[in-house]
């Protein structure tokens, strides 16, 4: 046990020096691709003139700091929310199918979405509440039927396959039965856009982020020893019991809260992990450049829905779907090939 934890202690030394890299590298292609979605628009602005708005100077000021940079803040953090909940889900299955999108929530979610906006007509507020409650029942669902004296990773993600398939047939026939421009609002929004946000719109749903990356920070330190084995864990004092709920509580969270503000958004969570993954050369999924992936990949994808039929503005979702499906079939080549 001795030489074990000795063993994990230099690779571990070895992964943080790297990450801190990588993020570092990471964090500089987010600031340029947020640079670059602030001077982009229906009127080019400079960089220079983009800065310039962000400190309450020049003649575009309204127009970079209240509809560009809403937009861009939406796409930096939800990406990272994102990733950040495929790198918890990904860690607890270890497996890198084991995607928010793939196993049922971000559908789980949605279906909270579309009942209490179908019965209680509400606004944001229940909308939100009623995304994570359905996120949460679906996950709580797909973990008790993945129980067997445990939960095997890939048992719970072939149920939550099977769950997904049942939640999005459920969702078709809630848009079928709801009055026509109930219909209409809810198929709009299943394509994840962020197309017209405003800081209205994402405040909320970035305060609730903010709260979850917090609690996230606090238990990344235990998740990645857990990774490392349950044995292992347990004998650094993590208590698994309390751990695995309180950071499924976040991956729901943070995919719920999503859904929420800019609708199912998918794929971003599938990948991001693994890019951050294979870029700090970690033994899980490291946290920090999974998320930072997460944003680098939902940015760079609204700003291509944005321009590839300018000045049409395309949804985001329909981006990271085109993209996220070659990568999926790919990925899950590997895997099979692997087992």
Not at 171 to 197: C, D, K, P
Not at 302 to 329: C, E, H, K, N, R
Request: charged fraction near 10%; aromatic fraction near 6%.
């Amino acid at each position: 046990m001795t030489s074990l934890v000795l063993r994990a202690g230099r690779f571990s030394a070895r992964a943080e020096r790297r990450t801190v890299v990588v993020s570092s590298a990471l964090v500089v292609v987010a600031l340029a691709l947020g640079l670059l979605g602030l001077c982009y628009g229906a009127a080019w602005a400079t960089p220079g003139e983009a800065l310039a708005a962000l400190a309450g100077q020049g003649d575009s000021v309204v127009v970079i700091r209240e509809w560009r940079l809403p937009r861009v803040t939406a796409a930096l953090v939800f990406g990272a929310a994102l990733g950040v909940a495929g790198a918890v889900f990904q860690n607890l299955t270890r497996n890198a199918l084991g995607s928010p999108d793939i196993i049922g929530l971000d559908a789980g979610a949605y279906t909270g979405a579309l009942l209490v906006t179908v019965l209680l007509s509400g606004g944001a507020a229940t909308l939100a509440a009623g995304s994570i409650a359905g996120g949460l029942l679906a996950a709580a669902a797909i973990y008790l039927l993945s129980w067997k004296a445990g939960v095997s990773g890939l048992r719970l993600i072939v149920i939550g396959i099977a769950m997904n398939a049942i939640l999005t047939a459920l969702n078709n026939w809630i848009v079928l039965r709801a009055e026509l421009e109930v219909a209409i609002a809810m198929t709009s929004w299943s394509a994840g856009s962020l197309n017209g946000v405003d800081w209205a719109d994402i405040t909320p749903g970035l305060t609730v982020l903010a709260v979850l990356f917090l609690l996230m920070a606090a238990l990344s330190q235990a998740m990645h020893q857990s990774v490392l084995g349950d044995e292992f864990a347990a004998s650094t004092g993590v208590n698994l019991n309390v751990l695995r709920p309180l950071v499924v509580l976040v991956g729901v969270g943070c995919t719920a809260t999503v859904t929420a503000v800019a609708g199912p958004i998918v794929f971003v969570a599938l990948a991001a992990p693994q890019i951050g993954r294979r870029l700090a050369g970690a033994a899980g999924v490291p946290f920090v450049p999974a998320a930072l992936s997460g944003a680098v990949l939902l940015l760079a994808a609204d700003l291509a829905a944005q321009m590839l039929l300018a000045p049409t503005s395309l949804p985001v979702g329909v981006m990271t779907t085109a993209v996220g499906g070659t990568y999926f079939i790919w990925l899950l080549f590997k895997e099979t090939k692997k087992s």
